[in-house]
């Protein structure tokens, strides 16, 4: 598989899960922590760091798992 077929869907599982996650976990956080649909606020920037993170560690896990040469 060439590397930027890869990162695509390192970056979809990433958003997927993140999603996910975010979604499981919205309203056990704080208020301002929570999405409000059609609107910028800080819940899109909670989600996007969920997303964030879980790329990272896919990203951490994958450079792991690659033969050294």
Known sequence: MSKSTTNFFQ???AVLLGNLFY????????VR?????????????VDFWFCLAIFGAIKTIARRKKPSI
Not at 23 to 30: A, D, W
């Open 23 to 30: 979604l499981l976990l919205e309203k056990h956080l704080p």
């Open 11 to 13: 970056a979809l599982i």
């Open 33 to 45: 922590a929570q999405h409000v649909p059609f609107k910028m606020d800080l819940g899109v920037v």
